[in-house]
């Protein structure tokens, strides 16, 4: 049963017309033939957004054009896609695009949703709290973490071999490797703070990250944002 952010298909009175295919993302990839060369130069690059589409029935007791509207808030809403079998994985929802309905009759209507969603399944995560060298082993694909880092001054965080320095914090740094920014949010506020960040923004790869932190770090929270092909 799919799962909108957190509402259920079957609380808006939906049903799938068919269990869903699992989605996989196409990889980018470049095949340059060279003269004289065996087979082509392969080149490839990152993944694809993942289109997606699913068949939805409504069976209920009211007019089928008033539940439609209701259910088309929802859809347009939602940031997460999830299913009730594999409740610990979600698709994050780019855009959504509804066909027209059909409806014959007065009480039933059926109508497909072509979802764009990112490339990755991700796992659900929480913070963990580093206050000492930690390991931290990822079993899928490379991650792109939130790292929020405690400091009186300034000091290094070390992720396997990747090194990133903080310098001049007073309080904490949020460092978010996906969207690529480092900042500041307190009591609503966002304060850039880009310019107290040395060193590019760490990825966890695949298998063991060795996680320290020297300096005037007193402590760091991550959610490693575990992720999936």
Do not use: C
Not at 16 to 40: C, K, N, V, Y
Not at 88 to 100: A, G, L, N, R, T
Not at 182 to 198: D, F, Q, S, V, W
Request: proline share 4%; charged share 25%; hydrophobic share 40%.
């Amino acid at each position: 049963m799919v799962v909108l952010d957190t509402t259920k298909i079957k609380d808006i009175n939906l049903s799938l017309s068919e269990r869903p295919a699992i989605p996989t993302p196409e990889q980018d990839t470049e095949h340059i033939d060279i003269r004289g060369r065996h087979g082509s130069l392969t080149k490839k690059y990152g993944f694809k957004d993942i289109p997606y589409s699913l068949t939805f029935d409504f069976l209920e007791d009211t007019p089928f054009k008033q539940a439609f509207r209701k259910a088309k808030i929802v859809f347009f809403k939602a940031k997460k896609l999830s299913f009730e079998d594999d409740p610990d994985i979600f698709y994050m929802i780019k855009s959504v695009e509804i066909e027209d309905a059909l409806n014959d009759v007065l009480e039933y209507g059926q109508f497909t949703v072509n979802f764009t969603l990112a490339p990755f399944a991700f796992e659900v995560t929480k913070l963990i709290t580093i206050t000492s060298q930690t390991t931290l082993t990822n079993a899928g694909y490379e991650s792109e973490p939130y790292i929020k880092a405690y400091a009186a001054g300034t000091g290094k965080i070390y992720i396997g071999n990747q090194v990133v320095t903080v310098k001049d914090i007073n309080g904490f740094i949020e460092i978010d490797s996906t969207m690529m920014n480092a900042y500041r949010k307190e009591n609503g506020l966002i304060t850039n703070l880009n310019n107290h960040m040395i060193g590019d923004f760490p990825v966890l790869v695949e298998g063991k990250n060795i996680i320290k932190f020297d300096g005037n770090i007193t402590k760091l929270e991550i959610d490693p944002r575990w992720r999936w092909i």
